[in-house]
């Protein structure tokens, strides 16, 4: 009976392991995520900031869709210029995805979304002509550093 019982739990524990396995995903390092950006972001952001976006495409491998258009993505404040001291131009980069209620971290590479015009003056200064706003609908485009296990 014990033997029988024993048996049992193994197939249930192997069942189990190869119905998560089946599961299981893997967005390979590279993979270009693009998205379309819900929170305003400004260069006057603190560093470290989140914001939130939703993918602007399916995600796929080996034809397989694996995040949906629309799926919610948080980024982080890479640089700005809040911090007088340290200033630098906006940079953001993407931090999670939100998968089926589970934020899933992710290292992006880090972008530097475009910049209001310069006058000439500002530019042979070094200045900038004043705030980098990111409004809502803005697409960026991020590549994984790191492969995603989903």
């Known amino acids: 009976m014990i033997r029988y019982k024993f048996i049992t739990l193994i197939s249930l524990t192997c069942a189990c392991v190869a119905a998560s396995s089946l599961n299981a995903a893997t967005i390979p390092a590279g993979t270009m995520l693009t998205v379309n950006t819900v929170s305003l972001i400004t260069s006057q952001d603190a560093v470290g900031s989140s914001f939130e ?3 602007a495409q399916d995600v796929s491998v080996k034809g397989n869709v694996l995040l949906r258009a629309g799926t919610k993505v948080f980024g982080k404040i890479r640089s ?3 911090n007088p001291h340290r200033s630098g131009p906006l940079t953001v980069e993407l931090a999670s995805i939100d998968v089926n209620g589970r934020r ?15 006058t000439a003056r500002q530019a042979h200064y070094g200045h900038t002509a004043g705030t980098t706003v990111v409004n809502p609908q803005t ?3 991020f590549q994984l550093a790191a492969p ?3």
């Open 53 to 55: 976006a939703k993918l």
């Open 139 to 141: 697409r960026l485009q």
């Open 148 to 150: 995603v296990n989903l």
């Open 104 to 118: 899933i971290p992710v290292k992006t590479s880090s972008v530097q979304p475009a910049s209001p015009p310069q």
């Open 80 to 82: 700005s210029r809040r």
